[in-house]
């Protein structure tokens, strides 16, 4: 069964400040995606990662992945308040369409 | 149009009723899922239809009852609800399930309360 584990389930950062969420999954996959949702709303695909390698940046953000670590990060540059929200990663098993979620990463940033 | 529309927003509902959570995409997508989220939690996937044929359901209750009509339409009848029923139900949509990847977009989501 794949499981997929994100760390930190909080984070309380500054704006101006650097930091790096964790996504660690269990089976071999090469698809990840990152997600965001804001309090009482649905979730916004922010990011598609299908290889190992993949780098992909928008804004302040930049996520990566590396299968062979099975491991997937998203960086925050320079926090601004605009940020906060909760950030899913998602796995897609190889053999089907099933996306496994992470736990999710609360983020606020305090001005 | 690039966006996945879920009705209605919220709905409030007793044990004995019986409602419908209505979702509708227009992006050719052929594969549409719903999701329960509850609050801090990520979302589950309850059911996935591809080609408005019934692929997975994940043992859901059989108090949900969902329906696909036409590639573009998901329905989601409720009966007989308990109140640990009571979340943010969110329909998705994506291309094919056998396509290279299978980025899901998702609606807004009804917040459904049950009494």
């Known amino acids: 069964e794949l499981k997929v584990e994100q760390n930190p389930l909080f984070l309380s950062m500054q704006e101006g400040k650097n930091y790096t969420i964790y996504c660690n999954y269990s089976?071999?996959?090469?698809?990840l995606y990152w997600y965001r949702q804001d309090p009482g709303k649905s979730l916004e695909s922010l990011f598609v990662?299908?290889?190992?390698?993949a780098v992909k940046q928008e804004g302040r953000l930049m996520a990566s992945l590396d299968t062979k670590a099975r491991l997937s990060t998203l960086h925050i540059t320079a926090a601004v308040h605009d940020l906060s929200a909760t950030y899913f990663c998602?796995?897609?098993?190889?053999?089907?369409?099933?996306?496994?979620f992470g736990e999710g990463t609360q983020l606020t940033v305090n001005p | 149009d690039t966006e996945v529309t879920q009705t209605p927003k919220h709905l409030v509902m007793g044990m004995t009723n019986k409602k419908s959570l209505k979702c509708e995409q227009h992006?050719?997508?052929?594969?549409m899922y719903w999701y329960k989220q509850k609050a801090k939690k990520p979302p589950e996937l309850m059911f996935v239809?591809?080609?408005?044929?019934?692929?997975i359901n994940e043992s859901v209750p059989s108090r949900f009852s969902p329906e696909c009509p036409n590639s573009s339409l998901l329905n989601l009848h409720l009966h007989a609800l308990q109140p640990e029923d009571s979340a943010l139900y969110l329909c998705?949509?994506?291309?094919?399930?056998?396509?290279?990847?299978?980025?899901?977009?998702f609606g807004p989501g009804t917040r459904l309360t049950v009494l």
């Open positions: 998705a949509s994506s291309h094919l399930l056998t396509s290279s990847w299978n980025e899901q977009f």
């Open positions: 089976t071999t996959s090469d698809r």
């Open positions: 990662l299908l290889s190992n390698g």
């Open positions: 998602a796995v897609e098993e190889t053999s089907g369409s099933r996306l496994t």
């Open positions: 992006m050719g997508h052929r594969a």
């Open positions: 239809y591809s080609y408005e044929k019934l692929s």
